[in-house]
């Protein structure tokens, strides 16, 4: 399953599954990509089909291991990840060294076992008001689901993830 960043940082405010649904449609992608976030409806945990939580890799754009499997990601480490492998948006840059994105830092709104944190999770990703908060994680850290705090109007990384795999 791949996981890929949005083309650009976004605020709290944000319709992230129709944005991961229409970048993967542009960059030809055929699968269904879903957020990297918890929301009103869906823990993170549960984005990715039941049938694929175990057996498939978390793989970049250009199918270099980021994790074992999706449920790897919710062992309560925070999603421990190896930094010196590339992430990359769907046109293609690497998130970690591109320009585009000056905080490298991901949006989640999740516990560490991938659970919603409703308090912070910017009011379901409607407001980018700065008095909101949204649990983030800075990506220096190696860590997916690292517990940060920040202001929703804060532009982030917005990652999303191909949600089932179609052979």
């Not at 694929?52 to 074992?68: A, C, M, Q, W």
């Amino acid at each position: 399953l791949h996981l890929v960043a949005l083309n650009f940082p976004f605020s709290g405010d944000m319709r992230a599954d129709f944005q991961c649904f229409q970048q993967a449609q542009l960059a030809g992608l055929t699968s269904t990509y879903r957020a990297f976030l918890s929301s009103h409806l869906q823990d993170l945990a549960t984005v990715v089909r039941k049938t694929d939580r175990y057996h498939l890799p978390i793989v970049n754009l250009k199918g270099e291991t980021l994790f074992s499997n999706w449920e790897s990601i919710f062992d309560g480490n925070g999603g421990q990840f190896n930094i010196h492998v590339p992430i990359y948006s769907f046109d293609g840059r690497n998130i970690m060294t591109d320009s585009s994105w000056p905080q490298k830092v991901i949006w989640h709104g999740s516990t560490a076992n991938g659970i919603r944190l409703v308090s912070n999770y910017c009011e379901a990703w409607h407001t980018a008001d700065m008095g909101a908060m949204g649990q983030a994680s800075p990506l220096k850290t190696g860590k997916l689901l690292d517990q940060k705090v920040y202001s929703c109007n804060n532009q982030f990384i917005v990652l999303c993830i191909e949600n089932s795999f179609i052979s």
